[in-house]
């Protein structure tokens, strides 16, 4: 079994901010939502290595909207450098991001982000030095 996408939500209407995020600050590549979905609304977004799909989130319509405030998903960059820049890419376009809990997760170093629309994201990398998570 794998994962193949997590879903978050968002208010109708609202792609543009949705491809904000997403897009021009995770640095997620958007896809063509499925024809038989696209009616619906939202926008589907996906990381890659090479052309292998190594993450996949949905953001979908929701109505009524309610952000979500501890679910979240979790992103796992390739270093701790990759991890600075995209929070760094993160803030300077105008999300919230925290480093709070940057070490408190044994292994990984992390930040914790909010769209646009409030819901909660993860991004982390192996600690440096730590091989035990690879």
């Not at 696209?38 to 996949?56: K, S």
């Not at 501890?70 to 999300?95: M, N």
């Not at 930040?111 to 819901?119: E, L, Q, T, V």
Request: glycine letters at 10%.
């Amino acid at each position: 079994m794998r994962l193949h996408h997590v879903q978050v939500s968002m208010p109708r209407g609202q792609e543009e901010e949705a491809r904000r995020f997403y897009r021009d600050a995770l640095g997620m590549t958007e896809v063509p939502k499925a024809p038989s979905l696209a009616g619906r609304g939202g926008c589907w977004f996906r990381a890659f290595e090479g052309d292998v799909v190594v993450a996949e989130i949905h953001v979908g319509v929701d109505d009524p909207f309610v952000p979500a405030n501890k679910a979240h998903p979790a992103l796992l960059l390739g270093s701790v450098r990759e991890l600075e820049e995209t929070g760094q890419r993160v803030a300077d376009a105008g999300f919230d991001v925290s480093w709070a809990d940057r070490d408190t997760f044994e292994g990984y170093a992390r930040f914790h982000a909010r769209d646009g629309f409030g819901n909660r994201v993860e991004v982390l990398a192996v600690a440096e030095g730590d091989t035990s998570q690879r």
